[in-house]
């Protein structure tokens, strides 16, 4: 690799040893930290790549002085640490600080994105910091956080897609264990920004660790505290928003606290924010145009050093959410909200062992439990007419889902073997159940001249139960044939309860340093990934059936009541599966300007989805029977007719520069394609023949840039967040809530946001203070989210919703000088 070697030369050129680890202040191993060495005086300069245990070593000519280096990404830079070699198989250690803010022009820099050559797939990180500096709407919430990283889309409800996939398709965690949720598998826990350390993104060819999750994963890593006592407050003052009149807009309020329970052994970090929040749609009217929501999340981390080679680890997540009035707009008003209430309680402990030679072994459980109530406005029909909705929404539910995971890893020593082998298994365990309680009452369609089109009712019992266990195991191997090379290989193995199937899941992946191209990585790699199975579509059959009655313009009964019912017969079913396929170029000019172009194949085949099987087939014979002398309109059975196609091409930049700042854009062209672009479901009142089309969160064209740059004067500094694409894609429909023409046919306009903020540091009575205040959506775009969609309305294809331009405030006190 010219000028940069691999750090294990052969025994022949050899003469000594030097090994160490690389771990962060509370002796936690830091793996894929880049370790150089070089020798002062001489021309010598040798690097090498921490394992999984933060360990490295080097072969050198000779007893002596050597100056070593170190940076990882998302930490603070080590800079010429002394080193004196005076024996064979010295042993070192390097402590490298993770990324925090820093208050005043001291000596350390960020580590900028680094050629990670231990690792194939296509990654992207995010640290705390940054987390922080973003000028995002709701500066409170992880969620909104992540649409900064490339690749990640929100949709206009707050959803968050990674590849062009549902967001069920994305295996979230939280410090390891998986935070998907129990029954609707989406990322629904909410984490403030300050409690997190970084977040990392993974798509492609997943190490075989990760399954569950067919667009990749995304891993959320919080802080438990050092030996340094840390506390902040932001937003502790609300901070006021004007439109059409002067109002508290949103108000999150968060305080952090960490320190040393014991130091040197065992430390804490706790964080809570309260999110107060109030909608003000501008086209109701006054008194009918508001709602408000409040939310509160705390999360506890511990770590306990029992022993240097012995690290403990606990954490506690608690989220509760209070919505009343929620799904406010100009289509529909007040009457036809939900009043929400949401909780969620999330507990791990993980504990883990260091051997000798790199070995480790990691076992941890977790408990996820969620509850949630929808309470309707009161017990009218809900009507559907071209002008929006009125009445009161026709579900009443309570709903509770649990998921408890076990997960043990082994991670071996390295291994010799036609170059160096790291060797990694482990297995995965996790037992999941739902309960519900539902009633609906019912709903009707309109026409456009004001005369009932159809009428919805529903039978059976909305009361049941649905459990499954999943049980995989993996096994990954790292190879290393010779320096510049790497090959991973891997093997999945996924079982679970609902489904029967016993599946493996292949993986193969490479990166390579081309000669004489320190700075040049490229990376590729094929998988095969199962999803996680939704336990929501095995409930279906188990929930109520509708039934519907079809008048004429004169009110007289043309047909029904007709069943429409959810079916699964006792035909084995296929595993969905799907197949990524990645590449990259990534380049680092001159340690300085970051870039990288990717492309990412996804394709999916055999997936879960539930299509209507009249007329080409009778009625099952049971269900014909329970409904003796009934009409149906429709049979929705489940089955494996799922097909997904995703590519996107991208290209990123980023620098990081003046030891503290940074910038980061991207551009994204993509598609996302189904054949089950509508999720067919006993309360959606959607009907679709054709359900083949754009997802409805599909982008084509999409650039995403942020950054924290230097202002004028000193501890002054501007921050950025700008994004602008395609606008989302949306249906057609007529009375019946039929989709007309092609599923996803239209577009909404082109979507622009620029927030752009500024910010002074400073001291006030020996404490430390940052003021920041900055317009979002400063360009006042509307960027609309609502649409008038119905055919027969005379405001057929008139837009609503979006936010105008917000000059937002931000206070935050950092602690004592």
Known sequence: MGAIVCAWFSAAWADVRLVGRVTDENNVPVPGAQVTLTAPGQPLRLQAVTDLSGRFGFRLPALGDYLLAAECENYFRLKEHQVRLVEDGEEVTLVLNPVREVFERIDVSHSAPLLDFDRTTQERRLSGTR?????????????????????IVQDSRGGLHLNGATEEQVLYTLDGFQINDPLTGRFESRLSVESVRGVEVSTGNLSAEYGKGSAGALAVKTSAGDDTWRYSATNFLPGFEHRKELYIGGWTPRFNFSGPIRRGRAWFAYGTDVHYDQLIVEDLP??????RTWRLNNLLRNQINLSPSHILYTGVLTNAWTAPRNGLSFLDPLETTVDRRNRQWFFDIKDQLYFGRGALLEAGFAVNRTFAREIPQGDGVFQLTPEGKRGNFFLDAVRKANRDQ??????????????????KAGVDLAWTDYWQDTRRTAYENFRADGTRLRRVTFGGNGRFDRSNFEAAS?????????????????????????VGNFVLAPRVGFAWAPPGMDSTKISGGWGRVYDQTPLRLFTRPLDQYSLTTYFDRSGVVVRGPAV????????????????????????????????RFAYFRRRGWQGFTYANMLPEEPPPTVLAAAFPGRVFDAVYRMGNRREDVFDSFEITFRQTFHKQYEWMASYTRSRAMSNAVVDVAVDDPILVSNNVGRMPWDAPHRLVSWGLLPFFWHNWAVAYLVETRNG??????????????QVNELRFPAFFELNLHLERRFFFRKHRWALRAGFNN??????????????SSPNFM???????????FRLRWLGRQ
């Open 131 to 151: 987390l922080v500096d973003i000028p995002y709407p709701r500066t409170a919430s992880l969620r909104n956080a992540l649409r900064a990283v490339p690749g």
């Open 286 to 291: 006054k008194g009918e145009n508001r709602t």
């Open 406 to 423: 076990f997960l043990a890893n082994l991670f071996l020593p390295t291994l010799g073997l036609g170059g160096s082998h790291q060797l």
């Open 474 to 498: 993996y096994l990954q191997d790292s190879w290393k044939p010779r320096p510049g090379l790497l090959v991973d290989l891997g093997v999945r193995q996924d079982w679970d309860r609902l």
């Open 564 to 595: 429409s019912a959810f079916w699964m017969d006792r035909a084995p079913l296929k595993t969905p599966r799907y197949h990524n396929l990645n590449l990259g170029l990534e380049h680092r000019l001159a340690n300085i300007l970051y870039t």
């Open 728 to 741: 989302f894609p949306f249906s057609v429909v007529d009375d019946d809530s039929r989709i007309q023409g």
């Open 778 to 791: 400063i360009t006042g775009r509307r960027n609309p989210n609502v649409v008038n969609n119905n055919l």
């Open 798 to 808: 008139r837009y609503y919703g979006g936010q105008s331009r917000a000059l937002n």
